[in-house]
């Protein structure tokens, strides 16, 4: 059976990973309120669904995308239920084809394992080499729910306090992108 804690709105006892120390650490310096669950390692499409039901919110997919060259990167933020069109994705962003990019890199870059990929990897992407894209649908509403950079920890937070606070603290722009992979 799939474990999901209780909700809770206090960082974790112990930190897994140095993201996701700094995600705590910045969303209170922020003064933003979140509400979190700790899980077993959700990397099945039914542990994400629980977790949607628990915190009231569905979780976003996050991919990790790069050229052929692995010169350019980008964190595509999109519904979990969508498949993922690289063609589409390209001719929306008016670049070459991308593909998935390598998870050594994902952990360089944005301090997470496959699993636990979040936009709040933005937090160590200091050197801002990762564009942010999201799909219009997942930040249309008034909540946005993601991992804290863990397979194991998710999280319910405004999407004002994510657009407007998070992601200008972390010196970072993003983009969105229409349901249909159009600008």
């Known amino acids: 059976m799939f474990y999901i804690s209780e909700i809770t709105n206090t960082a974790p006892a112990q930190y897994r990973t140095a993201l996701q120390k700094k995600v705590y650490e910045t969303l209170d310096r922020l003064q933003i309120d979140y509400d979190r669950v700790d899980t077993d390692a959700a990397v099945e499409m039914e542990a994400c669904l629980a977790i949607d039901r ?61 699993g636990g990929t979040s936009v709040l990897g933005a937090l160590l992407d200091s050197s801002r080499n990762v564009h942010i894209v999201f799909d219009r649908d997942t930040v249309s509403g008034p909540w946005f729910g993601c991992s804290d950079g863990t397979a194991y920890s998710f999280m319910k937070i405004k999407t004002d306090d994510l ?21």
């Open 54 to 114: 628990k915190l009231g919110v569905p979780i976003v997919k996050t991919l990790f995308l790069c050229n052929r060259q692995q010169t350019q990167f980008y964190l595509f933020i999109t519904c979990g239920d969508k498949p993922f069109s690289s063609k589409k994705f390209s001719t929306a962003l008016e670049i070459s084809r991308v593909s998935f990019a390598p998870a050594e890199k994902l952990e360089a870059m944005m301090g997470s394992e496959i």
């Open 163 to 183: 657009l407007g606070k998070i992601l200008p603290h972390a010196h970072h722009d993003y983009q969105i992108i229409g349901p249909d992979a159009e600008k």
